[in-house]
């Protein structure tokens, strides 16, 4: 653990930004590489990553401040709620909020919201494998305490005291590398358009919801205490996913234009 990665003066760059940021890059360059299978100009994914960036900033910093409020933010100024610098975002929130921030794009420059959503899905997965290396740099999103081998220590005035964790972060980013690797395999072979998004919201829930088996910071779960915040969510989550894809390609086949061949008939 080592949050601050250079010091200019008064201004501190940490690592939790440098990785943020590095996986904002890294996704948006393989988006537009991608991209390019779909016919869509290299522009296009960064054209759409701004909307994605200030989207997903607005979501992750809402959900992690809202889940988070009583121990971090009610005895503070308001000023705490803006610093991100240091941490304090939630994954789901920024999808959540990135999400709807395509829609409105694909609304409003009236682009196909499915095949955007394929260019876009795998390099979601890129993205939070290096924002993870950030979340165990700066010791947030730390696990259970743990005996194996591989357990890591944090310093002793991190909440875990010293002692032995599951490194939860490295979990977290192998698994996300994992579905990176998969989506890439499955958008050069997919059958419709929405196909790699929905085995996305599939594929990840699953995995996440694996990892969080192992987290240890969670200040409150539900159901009894059994599932946390992020379970949760990736219940839901899964369901969309298994809805979208039974749906879409018959959605798609109904308003497909008719060939050539058929409409001489």
Not at 81 to 101: D, E, H, K, P, T
Not at 154 to 161: A, G, L, R, W
Not at 171 to 193: P, Q, T
Not at 225 to 230: M, R
Request: aromatic letters at 14%; charged letters at 15%.
């Amino acid at each position: 653990m080592h949050k601050i990665a250079l010091e200019l003066g008064s201004f501190t760059i940490h690592w939790y930004g440098v990785f943020v940021g590095l996986g904002c890059l890294m996704g948006l360059w393989t988006a537009s590489r991608r991209g390019l299978l779909d016919r869509f100009a290299p522009d296009k994914a960064y054209d759409v990553g701004l909307w994605i960036l200030l989207g997903a900033l607005i979501g992750a910093r809402t959900l992690y401040v809202t889940s988070y409020w009583e121990e971090e933010f009610a005895s503070k100024s308001w000023l705490a709620v803006l610093n991100i610098r240091q941490g304090g975002l939630v994954f789901y929130g920024g999808f959540i909020g990135s999400c709807l921030a395509v829609i409105l794009y694909c609304w409003l420059k009236r682009e196909p919201l499915w095949r955007l959503a394929d260019m876009l899905a795998p390099s979601i997965s890129l993205g939070s494998a290096f924002g993870r290396i950030g979340c165990l740099m700066t010791g947030c999103c730390y696990g259970k305490a743990c005996s194996l081998p591989w357990g890591i220590h944090f310093p002793s005035d991190h909440p875990t005291f010293g002692t032995s964790v599951h490194p939860t972060q490295i979990y977290d980013s192998l698994i996300n590398l994992a579905v990176y690797g998969g989506l890439e395999y499955a958008y050069r072979h997919k059958r419709f358009d929405g196909q790699i998004f929905a085995l996305w919201l599939i594929l990840y829930p699953i995995a996440r919801s694996l990892t969080e088996l192992f987290r240890g910071d969670y200040p409150q779960r539900y159901i009894g205490g059994i599932l946390t915040p992020a379970q949760l969510l990736s219940v839901g989550i899964l369901a969309v996913g298994v809805v979208l894809y039974r749906f879409l390609p018959r959605r798609l086949s109904r308003v497909a234009p008719p060939t050539p061949a058929s409409a001489s008939r």
